[in-house]
């Protein structure tokens, strides 16, 4: 019974964490630094209510001034599993069929992210590089170089946005891979499955002298790829150990089962609130 009933209550779960922050961030639109800092514990908070477990191999970079997030996109688990592991102050790049959602939009825009029209032709793509010249160096930008999502573990041939605006800033660029997220949500689920999401985070890279911006993605992709076969080794439903942004262990997924706290016969109260009280430990990391 908690097996049919799991998938569609995660995903009520979910909606009302998603519809709540955003609430909160336009009540608290004076201060979006508040709100910013709770965007990690958002992602954390939805992936918990869909029963998905969050592994990140690799470190976040000590300063994440003047840095790109370059990641790969392979499932809409993406959208909740990188904010989670990602620096609160990062500015999310999101195409502009996103804006279509009203809620959604105003709070993107609030908390300083941006849109990118990428059907608008030159004019638009000159709009959205000026907006991000305008982005303090202390905040890092978040983008996903293949410009949509891929679908498999195999890295398509990047825009050249990110190389342009890399050779126009100079900022620093951290190529991520996901892994595991296609596996639990397939095309025709209204709901992902139980289980465990991968992310790894490699070295940052620098766009070198004799480098033109062909050249800087061609090597990037090669970086990607290169991350996205190291994950996809691992099994992508293996139950491990799940890691904090910061690499340090986190109990929450260890006794996270919903078999084991829900049974067949009902809640177990005991393992019930031992789960709450590691889920309420977790967001205050």
Excluded at 203 to 217: H, L
Excluded at 251 to 268: H, I, K, M, T
Aim: glycine content about 8%; charged content about 25%.
């Amino acid at each position: 019974m908690w097996d049919a009933v799991r998938g569609p209550l995660g995903l009520i779960g979910s909606a009302v964490v998603t519809v709540g922050y955003a609430a909160t961030v336009r009540l608290l639109a004076p201060f979006p630094r508040v709100t910013l800092r709770l965007m990690p514990h958002w992602g954390r908070a939805v992936l918990w209510c869909m029963g998905v477990r969050l592994d990140v191999r690799g470190r976040v970079p000590d300063s994440t001034a003047d840095t790109i997030w370059a990641a790969a996109h392979t499932s809409l688990l993406d959208t909740f599993a990188y904010p989670a592991c990602l620096p609160a102050l990062t500015v999310y790049v999101g195409k502009l069929e996103l804006a279509r959602i009203p809620l959604l939009a105003g709070s993107y825009r609030i908390l300083g992210h941006l849109f990118v029209d990428r059907r608008g032709g030159r004019a638009a793509m000159q709009r959205f590089f000026d907006e991000v010249a305008r982005v303090p160096r202390e905040r890092p930008i978040f983008m996903h170089p293949e410009g949509t999502r891929s679908y498999s573990d195999r890295i398509a041939p990047l825009h050249r946005g990110c190389a342009r605006i890399v050779s126009r800033t100079g900022r620093t660029v951290v190529p991520i891979a996901s892994q595991g997220g296609e596996a639990l949500w397939t095309a025709g689920r209204h709901w992902p499955a139980r289980g465990m999401l991968r992310i790894a985070i490699g070295a940052p890279m620098v766009m070198r002298q004799d480098e033109d911006e062909q050249a800087f993605s061609d090597r990037l992709r090669a970086e990607m790829q290169a991350l996205a076969e190291a994950l996809r080794d691992r099994p992508a439903r293996e139950r491990l150990e799940t890691r904090s942004p910061q690499g340090s262990p986190s109990r929450l997924g260890a006794s996270g089962d919903w078999q084991e706290v829900f049974g067949n016969d009902g809640p177990n109260p005991t393992k019930l609130q031992r789960w709450r009280s590691e889920f309420e430990t977790w967001l205050s990391q």
